[in-house]
């Protein structure tokens, strides 16, 4: 399985803002997660391959935008409004064109601290 390449993470203050990226090496639908932890990795944003589509979870809508560059095959998540509750290690990984079903392995993650 192809696993992309997370980055842009660090610590931020409670109402701040952090854009991650997303490297890949095959163009198609692209979703993000994050696993804070003790706690089960959650869906929070997914993107089609063209950049026509997307997807947020309740949790970000709103917050946080999903975007794409196909020319520089990144994936971007820019998080604004960040909350403490937004702390996690955040992943992304190729999904297929409905985002129901995962066919990429999870690579390293990038940390996402926010403070109180």
């Known amino acids: 399985q192809v696993q992309l390449e997370e980055s842009g993470g660090g610590l931020v203050q409670a109402g701040g803002s952090l854009r991650l990226s997303c490297k890949y090496s095959?163009?198609?639908?692209v979703g993000w997660f994050r696993q804070a932890a003790g706690q089960e990795r959650e869906f929070v944003s997914a993107?089609?391959?063209?950049?026509?589509?997307?997807r947020y979870s309740d949790s970000v809508k709103g917050r946080f935008t999903i975007s794409r560059d196909n020319a520089r095959k990144t994936i971007y998540l820019q998080m604004n409004s960040l909350r403490p509750e937004d702390t996690a290690v955040y992943y992304c990984?190729?999904?297929?064109?409905?985002?129901?079903?995962?066919?990429?392995?999870w690579g390293q993650g990038t940390q996402v601290t926010v403070s109180s």
């Open positions: 993107i089609n391959s063209h950049g026509g589509t997307t």
């Open positions: 095959e163009e198609s639908a």
């Open positions: 990984t190729r999904m297929s064109a409905t985002f129901t079903i995962r066919l990429g392995s």
